[in-house]
């Protein structure tokens, strides 16, 4: 196996299938194990307390941030943000990043919901339901992934404590506004919603290892590391003694 598929194995794929069955076992703790447990007890309450506090005014703003979770709208910003990424920074690495972050998230949300079955909460939906679990959240999920992991970008290329400050707390504001939205238009319980702030936020912390880690090699020796007249022997080939 060559250097670059043992990193991806060990920097990638085994942390999100790590995730991947934290989330199955959270999902069956909630649905099977501690249902009739404090705070799982009151989960009905508090949909009904949204449902009770509906709104026309408060409907519209559910209804922008519901649609700026979306997957048409995650999609569309994902690959806007990593051509705009792209085209600005000159490189791979940061577009990369955030593709490959919202991808994991997703993965592991749908092969949660094929395994966890939980029904949506017992109030008038105002979204159609998709045929997947109410566990967890795919529009918090993916909100988070991409909108923390935009955060987290942006605030390694500003300049000043509260430009940083300012960037993660304007898109942070974004997956807490959508979790909020998901339990007001009744598709889903608290615990949903905060599953997904774990899976996407997961996620962009194991891509942020993964691509932004700029000591990494991936198999190669970094250029920047090697001084003219250095001699570089081939991959597996002995080093001069």
């Known amino acids: 196996m060559s250097d670059v598929a043992v990193q991806i194995a060990r920097r990638v794929l085994l ?26 007890t009151v989960e009905d309450g508090v949909n009904r307390e949204f449902a009770g506090d509906r709104s026309p005014g408060w409907n519209d703003v559910s209804l922008v941030f519901s649609t700026l979770a979306s997957t048409q709208m995650i999609v569309v910003v994902t690959v806007l943000a990593a051509l705009v990424l ?26 949660t919901t094929m395994v966890i079955d939980r029904q949506r909460p017992a109030v008038e939906h105002m979204d159609a339901s998709p045929p997947t679990s109410s566990f967890p959240s795919g529009h918090t999920s993916a909100a988070t992934a991409l909108y923390v992991g935009l955060a987290l970008l942006l605030a390694l290329r500003a300049r000043s404590t509260p430009a940083k400050a300012a960037w993660w707390t304007l898109l942070v504001l974004v997956p807490v506004g959508v979790a909020l939205t998901r339990m007001y238009r009744g598709m889903h319980h608290p ?15 194991i891509m942020a290892r993964a691509v932004l880690d ?17 001699d570089v022997a081939p991959a597996g080939a002995p080093a001069g003694g």
């Open 191 to 205: 615990s949903d919603v905060v599953a997904s702030f774990l899976n996407g936020g997961t996620c962009v912390a």
């Open 214 to 230: 700029k000591t990494l090699t991936w198999g190669r020796a970094k250029l920047s590391s090697i001084r003219p007249g250095d």
């Open 86 to 111: 792209r085209l600005v920074l000159h490189r791979w690495r940061e577009p990369i990043f955030l593709c490959a972050a919202v991808t994991a998230q997703a993965l592991v949300f749908f092969f």
């Open 15 to 40: 942390p999100v299938s790590l995730l991947f069955a934290v989330m199955v076992g959270l999902g069956l703790l909630v649905t099977r194990v501690l249902t009739h447990t404090w705070p799982f």
